[in-house]
C-alpha cells in the first residue's frame, strides 16, 4: 500500500496496536506525516518512505524509526528542552512499515509563521530557538537539523513557541560517510557543535534549506498532493 492510501485508514503497528491516520500534514524527503489517533489521543504519525529507510541502513545498523524514537527521546528528556520538543510516544521498525509516534503539535511551520506576517516576528521566538540550542549543547546533543521548516510554531499562553520534531539526520560525531569531518570531531580539532552555531546564525536566509521543502507545500503551508479535511 502507498503512503498516499493510508489516509483515514486504520494501520497496525506491531507492539503499539491500531492506530488511525487522518489527513496529511506535511511530507518531507524521508517520510509522510500524518494527524493520528491512538489510545483515544490526538497524535502526529511519521511513516518513512522506503527510500528513507533504505538511506539510513547504509549509515547505520539500527532501523530509522528507533534511531529518530531513541534520539528524540533524549531531547525531550535533557535539562530544560521538553518544553522546545515534540513528546515522543512510541515507534514501530516493522518489514513492512516504520513509524514514529509524536505528540500533535497544534501549530505553524516557523518559515510559513515568519512569512505571514512579513518577517515581523515576537523577538522572544528566536530568542528560544536559541535557548534551544544552547540546552541541547549543554546536554552533550548537536547537529540538530535546524532550519525553518524543522520547528512548529506553537501558542502557548498567549506566547508563540518554538518546538523541534525532526530527529533522524545522524550526528557527524556518529557518520563516517565523510571520515574527515568524523576524524576531527574525534581528535577534538572540530567542535561538535560547530553545525548548529552555523545554521542558527544562517536560520533566516531561508535561500538555503527551505527550497527543496516548499515543493511539498502549496503557499498557505498546506501539503501539496494531498486532499484537506473539510473544515
Not at 517520510?31 to 538511506?55: I, L, M, N, T
Not at 512510541?90 to 515568519?114: C, K, M, N, T, V
Request: hydrophobic share 40%; aromatic share 10%; glycine share 8%.
Amino acid at each position: 500500500m502507498t503512503l498516499e492510501r493510508l489516509s483515514h485508514r486504520t494501520v497496525e503497528l506491531d507492539a503499539l496496536g491500531d492506530v488511525r491516520l487522518e489527513e496529511v500534514l506535511g511530507e518531507g524527503g524521508r517520510s509522510v506525516v500524518y494527524r493520528g489517533d491512538w489510545q483515544g489521543r490526538p497524535v502526529a504519525v511519521k511513516v518513512f518512505k522506503r527510500h528513507g529507510v533504505e538511506k539510513h541502513a547504509r549509515k547505520r545498523d539500527d532501523p530509522i524509526a528507533r534511531f529518530e524514537y531513541e534520539r528524540n527521546l533524549a531531547f525531550f528528556q535533557a535539562p530544560g528542552l521538553a518544553g522546545f520538543v515534540a513528546e515522543p510516544l512510541g515507534f514501530s521498525a516493522g518489514p513492512e512499515l516504520q513509524a514514529l509516534i509524536q505528540e500533535f503539535l497544534d501549530g505553524e511551520l516557523y518559515y510559513f509563521y515568519h512569512a505571514r506576517r512579513g518577517g515581523d516576528i515576537p523577538p522572544a521566538l528566536f530568542q528560544g530557538v536559541e535557548k534551544m540550542v544552547r540546552l541541547a549543547h549543554a546536554a552533550s546533543l548537536f547537529d540538530l537539523d535546524l532550519h525553518a521548516m524543522n520547528v512548529m510554531v506553537v501558542e502557548e499562553n498567549g506566547e508563540a513557541v518554538p518546538k523541534l520534531f525532526d530527529f533522524n539526520l545522524v550526528p557527524w560525531s556518529e557518520r563516517r560517510s565523510n571520515p574527515w569531518v568524523w576524524l576531527m570531531i574525534k581528535a577534538g580539532i572540530r567542535k561538535p557543535g560547530r553545525r548548529d552555531r552555523r545554521m542558527l546564525r544562517d536560520f533566516h536566509d531561508f535561500s538555503k534549506r527551505v527550497p527543496i521543502l516548499l515543493r511539498y507545500f502549496d503557499s498557505e503551508g498546506h501539503p501539496r498532493g494531498h486532499p484537506r479535511s473539510p473544515a
